[in-house]
């Protein structure tokens, strides 16, 4: 499949211009593998609580989104084709990375609120993301019992109704409630996992608190770089 091929040549671009380490960390930073990770670099990202942003994640499928959503605001288009363009983008996405739930979830939430869009209703995340998880369980009922389906759908879930009651006073100067709300949803998302991260993998790391509102913007902006390299290096020479 070609989306597969899309993969493999940025893993073998990724090989031939960093040195291992780099390359498997850049790598599970734009594509969410780490199957490339060396060990103990694997279990120390794991110990902070980082080990996600080298994973199948929600974010990553999301900034793509918001990406193509971002470029046909800026072609002019109305909101139903900014939507599909961002779907059309978010599925070409998806045959490039691994399809997991944590990758999924977000492009099925986004073709639930479209799709209430088209239909004239009124979208809410709530229903979104009530319609992924019931799309994702029709397709395959087993992901109920799977450790990423779990985590993705719980974190999201505490986000939608914990974080708009921990929302920053407005008195407060911007740059303050801009932190206030990034570590409200870090502790939140820290809170709907703490079970399942527990239960699964028997680890549970406070300090994951502090460092992912800083690490989840610097790992965004490297797989964009990443990508940007690469389709850079497609281009004919001069």
């Not at 409630?177 to 680890?203: I, N």
């Not at 994951?208 to 610097?218: E, K, T």
Request: aromatic share 10%.
């Amino acid at each position: 499949a070609w989306g597969e091929s899309v993969h493999l040549h940025v893993h073998r671009w990724l090989a031939g211009r960093f040195d291992p380490v780099r390359a498997a960390v850049l790598e599970g930073l734009a594509l969410g593998t780490r199957a490339a990770l060396p060990r103990e670099l694997d279990r120390g990202l794991e110990r902070a609580g980082l080990i996600q942003l080298l994973t199948p994640s929600g974010d990553k499928v999301t900034a793509v989104l918001a990406a193509a959503w971002a470029l046909g605001l800026a072609l002019g288009l109305k909101p139903l084709s900014r939507g599909a363009l961002s779907l059309v983008v978010g599925a070409a996405f998806l045959c490039v990375v691994p399809r997991e739930p944590s990758h999924v979830r977000p492009w099925l939430m986004a073709a639930g609120l479209v799709a209430a869009r088209a239909a004239g209703r009124t979208p809410g995340l709530f229903q979104a993301w009530l319609l992924a998880a019931w799309g994702a369980l029709l397709w395959d009922p087993r992901q109920l019992f799977n450790p990423g389906f779990d985590m993705t759908y719980a974190a999201l879930l505490a986000i939608i109704f914990i974080l708009p009651r921990w929302a920053a006073p407005p008195s407060l100067p911007p740059a303050v409630r801009l932190l206030w709300t990034a570590l409200a949803f870090e502790l939140a998302m820290q809170a709907a996992l703490a079970p399942a991260l527990a239960s699964f993998f028997g680890l549970l790391s406070p300090a994951a608190c502090l460092l992912n509102p800083l690490a989840f913007p610097a790992a965004a902006f490297a797989a964009a770089c990443v990508w940007a390299g690469w389709a850079a290096s497609l281009l004919p020479g001069p």
